[in-house]
């Protein structure tokens, strides 16, 4: 595991290289990239969502502002998904949740990478995952979550003109006799946050949110919850409570007394943070300590 002050230079670092390794076409650079990532001991979500996902995206814009074609585009579409094949097999999953989870683009949506980036984090969590890919017709991913049992459908919109598309599949979903919960997340959002908007479960651009929202929706969580759960758990807490009072990181920072970059991973989950600084952030936000740590997970 990288050491918390150094994972964000990493990470950049990493960004920066795979970005470059894209814009040129060069497979063997993109293969040296996520070598090195793995050799640092970097995580599957931190390797999709800070490396890979991002300079992607910046190949997007690039093809926006006409600086690359569609061929280019398409080799580094093709790059990333061999890459995060590489990057699937190292990977040791969680201990097995017993729950399953169909992943999907909704009807008319054909990028296959960010399906494939949210199966790969459900199946490290320890999910059955059944990965349908891009464009998927409502009718059909109905039939296969009822067929399978699943226990969750996880939507993948990139587009904003899908979401009409993505309302009537919810609402095919919704109808079921036995119904899934239901995610949607993905770019195209308009409305992130807002389930009622399309009659999800949840709405969200955030993969990881989907996972461990997914665990607390259905009840879900591994026998030995491990340090790392821990931070991330706080983190999430401490930004909540920080979000609510509309207050920046600079501004918690200053009031409980420590630097901004380390209150930046804490609320990553990548800081072994010690009582002090917990009892200063919780007097900052106007919480007790138990009240700070009172929605950490616990066992099943």
Same mark, same amino acid.
Do not use: C
């Given at each position: ?34 070598? %090195?990532? #793995? ?15 991002? @300079? ?9 502002? !006409? ?32 729950? &399953?989870?169909?992943?999907? /683009?909704? $009807? ?14 459900? /199946? ?8 349908? !890919? ?21 939507? &993948? ?14 609402? *095919?979903?919704?109808?079921?006799? $036995? ?5 949607? !997340? ?17 709405? &969200? &651009?955030?993969?990881? $949110? @989907? ?47 420590? %630097? ?8 990553? !989950?990548?800081?072994?943070?010690? *009582? ?8 900052? #936000? ?15």
């Amino acid at each position: 595991m990288i050491p918390p002050g150094e994972a964000e230079k990493t990470t950049a670092l990493l960004r920066d290289r795979y970005t470059a390794a894209l814009m040129a076409g060069d497979q063997d650079e993109a293969a040296r990239v996520v070598t %090195d990532a #793995l050799d640092r001991g970097m995580d599957l979500a931190a390797i999709y969502l800070g490396v890979l996902g991002p @300079a992607l995206a910046e190949v997007g814009d690039a093809w926006m502002r !006409g600086d690359l074609n569609i061929a280019d585009e398409h080799l580094a579409t093709s790059i990333t998904l061999g890459a995060m094949s590489r990057v699937r097999d190292a990977m040791r999953p969680h201990e097995r949740l017993g729950a &399953s989870v169909v992943v999907a /683009a909704v $009807e008319g949506e054909w990028h296959a990478v960010a399906t494939r980036m949210i199966a790969d984090l459900f /199946a490290v969590d320890g999910w059955e995952v059944i990965h349908l !890919g891009e464009n998927t017709p409502a009718e059909d991913l109905a039939a296969m979550a009822r067929s399978r049992s699943a226990d969750l459908v996880v939507l &993948s919109l990139s587009h904003p003109d899908r979401l009409p598309a993505a309302r009537r599949t919810v609402a *095919i979903l919704k109808d079921l006799e $036995e119904a899934p919960a239901v995610f949607v !997340g993905g770019p195209g959002l308009t409305a992130p946050g807002d389930p009622e908007s399309l009659g999800a479960d949840l709405v &969200s &651009s955030d993969p990881l $949110e @989907a996972t461990r929202t997914a665990r607390e929706l259905l009840g879900l969580q591994g026998e030995r919850l491990t340090i790392e759960a821990h931070l991330e758990a706080l983190g999430r807490r401490v930004q909540e409570l920080r979000k609510a009072r509309g207050w920046s990181q600079q501004r918690l920072a200053a009031e409980a007394g420590i %630097d901004r970059t380390y209150l930046g991973t804490v609320e990553q !989950g990548r800081q072994n943070i010690t *009582i002090k600084a917990a009892i200063r952030l919780a007097d900052a #936000l106007d919480r007790t300590l138990p009240e700070l740590l009172g929605q950490l997970p616990a066992g099943r």
